[in-house]
C-alpha cells in the first residue's frame, strides 16, 4: 500500500507536473483556501487532544502557516528564478548562472507537540520547490491528524500530497521506501533511526530536533521583562516546544527578584482570581507523557504549582535545580521552569558550551556589546536577546538546529532552499585563454602562478 502510494507520486512528479510555476502556485493557492475553510475544524481538534484555545490554536499554529504560505506565492517567481553569478578569470569570457532544481518525493514526518504547524510549514516550502510530498502527522494528535488527513482528501490530488495515518508499522513501512528528501522533526533517538534508513539511498535529510536550550537572567537584565517573557515561553503550550526555554540561570544578585516577578506572572498569567488554573491551559499530550514529565518533580524544590489534574499539570517552578537532580538530566518538554543561580558569566558559558548544542539560546541582559559577545561564542540553533522564542516567527531567520539539535533549515526562503538542488551552470563563450591546454610551456607556467599569486 504505501509502496504503491510512493511510486504514485513518483510517477506523477516525473510527468513533469508539479514543475511549471503556475502549478506550485495553484496548489499553494487552493492550499490556502482549503486552511481558511478547515479552521474550525482544526480548532476542534486541538480542543480535543490538547484542551488548547482557539486564541493559542491561532497564534501558534494557523498564523504562522498562513503567513508561510502567503509568503511563498507572493516570493514564488523571485524563489524559482535562475540567479546570475560571476566567474572567475581563468573562464573569462563567460557567465554562471544557478538553477532551482525540485528533489522529487519527499517525505515529510510531523511531530505531535505542534502537530499542524510542524506538519504544514515544511510542506508548503516542499510544494513551492516543485516537490511531492508525503506527510505523516502524530499519532497523538489523533483529532488534529485526522482533520489533516480529510483537508487533504478534499484537495484531491494524492499525487501530489498525500497524508499517512497510523502509528508504529506504518512509520516502519513508509522509513523502507525510497525517497528524494526527508524532512523529519522530533527526537534524536528516532532522528538518528531515520538517517540510518536514509543511508542506504544516501538520501538527503533535515533533522528537527531539540534539546535543554538556556535561558541566561544576567544581573543587569531588565528584570520585569524578563520575568514576563520567560514565563510566557516557557508555559506555552504547556512547555511543550521545542524551543522553549529549558532551564534558566540566573545572576544570584538578581535571583531573588526575578523569582518574586516570575510567581507574579505566573499567577498573573494562567489563574482566575479566585486561584484557579484558567480552563485553557493546555495539557500534556498523554498519560505516557504525563508520567515522563511528572518524574522531575521534586516537591522540596517547587516553589510554584506541581499539582496534577488528569493530564493538566499545573505551571511549575523549581528552585534551587543543580545539575544533578532528574530534571537536568533530559529535555523536559512539559510545564516544569527549572532555576539556578551562577555567579560569574564566563564560567556559566564554558559550562553550558560544553554541552551538546542547544536548538535554542537566550539571554537578558541590558548591555548590548555584551549580549553580543554571549551570543557570538555561544553554539546554538537560533535564539534571541531579551526575548524567547520569537525568533522562529520571523521569515527572514531560518530556523534549525546544530549538532545534537538537529540538521538543516526552513521558514521563508530558507524553506524553499531546503526542498531544492541548486544546480551550477556555465556557459562559456568561444573564446578561451588557451593556456590550459598542453603542452605545458615555461611561459604558461609563470602565468599560472601569476595568476594563483604564488612565487618560487
Request: aromatic letters at 12%; one cysteine or more.
Amino acid at each position: 500500500m504505501i509502496a504503491e502510494l510512493v511510486q504514485s507520486q513518483r510517477d506523477y512528479f516525473v510527468s513533469g507536473k508539479t514543475w511549471p510555476l503556475q502549478a506550485r502556485k495553484e496548489a499553494l493557492e487552493k492550499i490556502y483556501s482549503l486552511l481558511l475553510k478547515y479552521r474550525k475544524r482544526f480548532d476542534e481538534a486541538f480542543l480535543a487532544d490538547f484542551n488548547k484555545g482557539e486564541f493559542d490554536v491561532l497564534s501558534t499554529e494557523y498564523y504562522l502557516v498562513l503567513e508561510e504560505c502567503l509568503y511563498h506565492i507572493k516570493h514564488l517567481k523571485k524563489e524559482t528564478k535562475p540567479k546570475r553569478v560571476r566567474t572567475s578569470i581563468v573562464n573569462f569570457p563567460s557567465h554562471g548562472y544557478l538553477l532551482q532544481e525540485p528533489y522529487g518525493v519527499c517525505l515529510i514526518i510531523a511531530p505531535w507537540n505542534y502537530p499542524f504547524q510542524l506538519a504544514m510549514e515544511p510542506l508548503i516550502g516542499c510544494i513551492a520547490a516543485g516537490n511531492t510530498a508525503l506527510i505523516k502527522p502524530a499519532s497523538a494528535a489523533a483529532n488534529v491528524s485526522k482533520v489533516m488527513a480529510d483537508m487533504f482528501e478534499e484537495f484531491g490530488n494524492p499525487g501530489l500530497i498525500k497524508v499517512i495515518l497510523g502509528s508504529h508499522q506504518e512509520n516502519a513501512d513508509l522509513l523502507d521506501q525510497k525517497y528524494d528528501y526527508i524532512f523529519f522533526t522530533g527526537g534524536a533517538v528516532t532522528g538518528r533511526e531515520i538517517l540510518a534508513k536514509a543511508a542506504p539511498h544516501l538520501t538527503p535529510c533535515s533533522l528537527e530536533l531539540g534539546g535543554k536550550s538556556p535561558c541566561i537572567i544576567d544581573e543587569d537584565a531588565d528584570i520585569d521583562l524578563a520575568a514576563r517573557r520567560t514565563v510566557w515561553g516557557k508555559f506555552l503550550n504547556a512547555g511543550q516546544t521545542c524551543v522553549a526555554p529549558d532551564y534558566f540561570y540566573v545572576h544570584e544578585k538578581v535571583h531573588d527578584a526575578y523569582l518574586a516577578t516570575v510567581k507574579k506572572y505566573v499567577r498573573a498569567f494562567f489563574y482566575d482570581k479566585q486561584g484557579h488554573l484558567n480552563a485553557n491551559f493546555p495539557h500534556l499530550i498523554s498519560d505516557k507523557h504525563v508520567a515522563k514529565v511528572t518524574a522531575f518533580l521534586d516537591e522540596k524544590k517547587i516553589v510554584v504549582g506541581g499539582h496534577l489534574e488528569g493530564r493538566a499539570l499545573e505551571p511549575t517552578v523549581m528552585d534551587g535545580v543543580t545539575w544533578e537532580d532528574k530534571v537536568m538530566s533530559d529535555e523536559i518538554f512539559g510545564p516544569i521552569m527549572p532555576i539556578l543561580s551562577f555567579r560569574h558569566l564566563d564560567d556559566l558559558l564554558r559550562l553550558i558550551n560544553s554541552k551538546d548544542k542547544p536548538l535554542a539560546f537566550y539571554y537578558f541582559s541590558k548591555n548590548k556589546k555584551k549580549a553580543k559577545r554571549v551570543l557570538a561564542i555561544s553554539p546554538f540553533g537560533g535564539g534571541c536577546w531579551n526575548e524567547t522564542i520569537m525568533h522562529l516567527t520571523n521569515d527572514s531567520l531560518p530556523f534549525g538546529g546544530v549538532g545534537r539539535s538537529g540538521m538543516g533549515a526552513y521558514h521563508g526562503a530558507a524553506s524553499f532552499k531546503t526542498f531544492s538542488h541548486q544546480k551550477s551552470v556555465l556557459v562559456k563563450g568561444k573564446a578561451e585563454i588557451k593556456m590550459k591546454y598542453p603542452p605545458y610551456s615555461e611561459k604558461n607556467l609563470k602565468l599560472l602562478k601569476l595568476l594563483a599569486k604564488v612565487k618560487d
